[in-house]
């Protein structure tokens, strides 16, 4: 396997003291070579103004040591909301979001594929098309795709499975620009047994029959606290959880994930925050 088509393992990075500042701070000190940020308040709904100098600086540093840099959209976003102010607000979200992605040199925009909550799954996937569609046209060429991220399983969610990523891909018209996020923690949640012998595999070889060879552009890459099936979102450090890091070598030798970056999201240890699980991902890399 030549080097291009290594996945680069790195993490969600905390950006207090700026995106560059702090965020390749901390990506230095973990040894992670891909980095996914947030660029406002994950939990509310305000749009911040970047800092020019720390998004210049971010940017220029992905271009010159080819690291990919991800944003993660605030997890208030729900285009499948029956609140029309809901919606309203997870279209500014993602547009801004978009924008700030395009500013630091982002690849892609994660966001969650949403819930129908109380109203009826049709009302919610044709909001899906009406909203998400007009924010995949505006994406300019040299701008971050919008990468959707499939959910536990819980509630009303409109996306779990990898075979639901079937039907949401075609309600965007298999948009150029709509990319996929898999968490394998989420996958786990939502009834894909990862932890068997194969079973990432398979479902990965399920996942390029459903989407194709080139649509997956970014692996969250987390262990479970939770059971397979159990429709839970608890992420937990690499190893330590209920997948186990040894199908995660599985991952790196499956095709549809060659050279897909990894991030972890895991809550660290206390003494270590995220070193530990980046060595052990770049461990059953090989390389
Ligand atoms: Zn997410
Ligand atoms: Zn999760």
Not at 129 to 153: K, T, V
Not at 187 to 215: E, N, Q, V, Y
Request: net charge negative; with cysteine; hydrophobic share 40%.
């Amino acid at each position: 396997m030549g080097v291009e088509l290594r996945s680069p393992i790195g993490a969600h990075v905390p950006v207090a003291g700026g995106l560059a500042t702090g965020g390749l701070r901390y990506a230095a000190q973990i040894g992670a070579e891909a980095i996914q940020v947030f660029v406002s308040n994950p939990r509310g709904w305000a749009l911040a103004a970047g800092k020019q100098v720390e998004d210049e600086r971010l940017r220029a540093h992905s271009e010159q040591s080819g690291m990919p840099v991800f944003v993660h959209s605030p997890y208030l976003i729900n285009i499948g909301s029956p609140n029309p102010q809901t919606v309203a607000s997870s279209v500014a979200s993602i547009r801004h979001s978009l924008a700030r992605g395009a500013a630091i040199g982002a690849r892609g925009v994660v966001v969650h594929t949403g819930s129908a909550v109380s109203q009826p799954r049709e009302d919610a996937v044709r909001q899906l098309r009406e909203h998400l569609l007009p924010l995949l046209d505006e994406i300019p060429p040299d701008g971050p795709d919008l990468l959707f991220e499939p959910m536990a399983g819980q509630g009303a969610m409109l996306c779990a499975t990898v075979q639901d990523l079937g039907p949401y891909l075609d309600t965007l018209d298999r948009h150029p620009r709509a990319g996929v996020c898999l968490d394998t923690c989420h996958a786990f949640a939502a009834g894909h047994d990862l932890a068997a012998p194969g079973g990432m595999a398979a479902t990965l070889d399920a996942l390029a029959a459903t989407i194709g060879a080139d649509r997956l552009k970014l692996i969250h890459a987390n262990d479970s606290k939770d059971v397979c099936g159990a429709n839970k979102d608890r992420h937990e450090n690499i190893g330590a959880g209920r997948i186990g890091a040894e199908p995660f070598a599985e991952l790196f030798r499956h095709p549809v994930s060659r050279g897909v970056p990894l991030v972890i999201e895991t809550p660290g240890r206390s003494a270590d925050p995220h070193r530990a699980d980046v060595e052990t991902l770049k461990a059953l890399r090989g390389v």
